[in-house]
Nanobody, 128 residues
């Protein structure tokens, strides 16, 4: 069974930093676009960041642009989300996602959520 496994979540104070990691199991996604979404309590899952297969192109939600960085190490089959200057409104469960067939970050941004491969999520809590 193909699965994405996130790690690195936790509790951090406002202004702090965290780095999330996502490593697939069951198959490699080193030739596929990947990304991050988040879901706060009572809200819909929202896009955060996406990265193309090579790591040379990224795309971010306006709310995180300039604070978050999405990167990947295909040799380690791992995608990262480095989050700086965290705010209480960044509190959410963060999910890693992969496009099963696409290579461009648009394949994360424009694909219906049900057509992506998902992880189980990791909680990020930013205290004020």
């Amino acid at each position: 069974q193909v699965q994405l496994v996130e790690s690195g979540g936790g509790l951090v104070q406002t202004g702090g930093s965290l780095t999330l990691a996502c490593a697939p199991s069951g198959r490699t996604f080193s030739s596929n676009a990947m990304g991050w979404f988040r879901q706060a309590p009572g809200k819909e899952r929202e896009f955060v960041a996406a990265i193309n297969w090579s790591g040379h192109a990224t795309y971010y939600a306006d709310s995180v642009k300039g604070r978050f960085t999405c990167s990947r190490d295909n040799a380690k089959n791992t995608v990262y989300l480095t989050m700086n200057t965290l705010r209480p409104e960044d509190t959410a469960v963060y999910y890693c996602a992969a496009s099963p067939t696409g290579q461009s970050f648009t394949d994360i941004v424009q694909t219906p959520l049900g057509n992506l491969v998902w992880g189980q999520g990791t909680q990020v809590t930013v205290s004020s």
